[in-house]
């Protein structure tokens, strides 16, 4: 257990929503692989490869460019190899319909993007650290809903 | 037609362990708390077969004497939270210095350091895992399950679900059951 890492993925078309992603992720002290994705495209692409390594966690932006965060969420629902991926769904709305809706569609998580770095962080770690305790004590996934 | 099924997890990892074990013709004892007896020595290659024949059911071997500690842990909190009649009364850390024969100070560090979250939270989680649970196979009501687990209140119980999950009880029942619906109307 002390060898395993977390493995995360975010798909965000904005570039510095990306690298406070990445920043906060380095300066946890959590073992975590973090790869980003610049539109829904790219993400899915890279999902449906062969040889794709499933993330724990996907964060997913809403608004993306080509392929929306919401039509990712329905492709990896339908797909098998997927279907064990916990969805963080990251975005700037907070509308209770957004939040209803994603979820309804499965997704396990929803995150409004904080403003500042430091509550980034701390929203990050516990995100993480729940999932991490679904990923590895056999709660049932299907009951997993967080919004923070 | 819909069947709403209840599962005991101990039985059927029990029945698991037993049926792989028996295949690999591996003498053994079944001891409590999630603890098996390998009654003779066995080549490496049938304990890697019976690891990976395992690593299916999502049980997996626990090496090292933290991560056995830690899985202790983890057994006595579930036991506790789940089998809600074993603990009426009695404070949780102590009961787990008496049942694991380490002082709590010691438990609540070495859990800390493994599995990103503390002792306190990892038994709210579990509560909140029960308490959903209960939301969605029994007729219960929050009231009867805060009474259930021990919760002082109705809202206390509402009020730590809310923390934990971001969301309300009824938000997370309306949710789960417009989710069924959609399943349904896919098959």
Redesign the interface.
């Known amino acids: 257990?002390?060898n395993d890492y977390i493995n995360i993925i975010l798909a965000d078309d904005d570039r510095d929503d990306r690298l406070f992603f990445t920043d906060a992720f380095e300066e946890l002290r959590?073992n975590t692989k973090v790869n980003t994705y610049n539109d829904g495209v790219e993400l899915m692409d890279f999902l449906n490869s062969d040889d794709a390594i499933m993330p724990n966690v996907l964060f997913l932006d809403l608004n993306m460019p080509k392929k929306s965060g919401i039509e990712c969420l329905n492709e990896i629902k339908a797909s098998g190899k997927m279907s064990e991926i916990a969805i963080a769904i990251y975005s700037t709305s907070a509308s209770e319909e957004d939040i209803?809706e994603t979820?309804?569609l499965?997704a396990n998580i929803?995150i409004k993007k904080p403003s500042d770095f430091k509550a980034l962080k701390k929203v990050l770690a516990e995100v993480?650290?729940?999932n991490?305790?679904y990923h590895?004590?056999?709660?049932?996934k299907?009951?997993f809903?967080?919004?923070? | 037609m819909k069947l709403f099924i209840k599962f005991d997890f101990n039985t059927i990892c029990k029945k698991v362990l037993e049926t792989k074990l028996n295949e690999l013709r591996i003498k053994y004892r079944i001891l409590a708390f999630g603890e098996v007896e390998l009654l003779e020595k066995i080549p490496a290659d049938v304990y890697e077969a019976l690891s990976n024949a395992l690593k299916d059911y999502g049980i997996e071997i626990v090496e090292n004497q933290k991560s056995i500690l830690v899985q202790k842990i983890k057994d006595v909190i579930i036991d506790m939270v789940f089998n809600e009649e074993s603990t009426i009364n009695v404070k949780s850390s102590v009961y787990l210095s008496e049942k694991l024969g380490h002082s709590y100070g010691y438990l609540s560090n070495l859990f800390s350091e493994v599995t990103y979250t503390s002792v306190e939270n990892f038994i709210i989680i579990q509560k909140i895992e029960y308490t959903k649970q209960l939301l969605l196979s029994t007729d219960l009501n929050l009231t009867e399950i805060a009474f259930k687990l021990n919760y002082s209140s109705v809202a206390h119980l509402s009020t730590q679900f809310k923390n934990n999950t971001g969301i309300t009880p009824s938000a997370f029942q309306r949710i789960i059951s417009k989710r069924r619906t959609i399943a349904q109307q896919k098959n």
């Open positions: 257990m002390e959590m209803e979820f309804v499965g929803y993480v650290s729940i991490w305790q590895t004590n056999s709660l049932n299907d009951n809903l967080l919004r923070m």
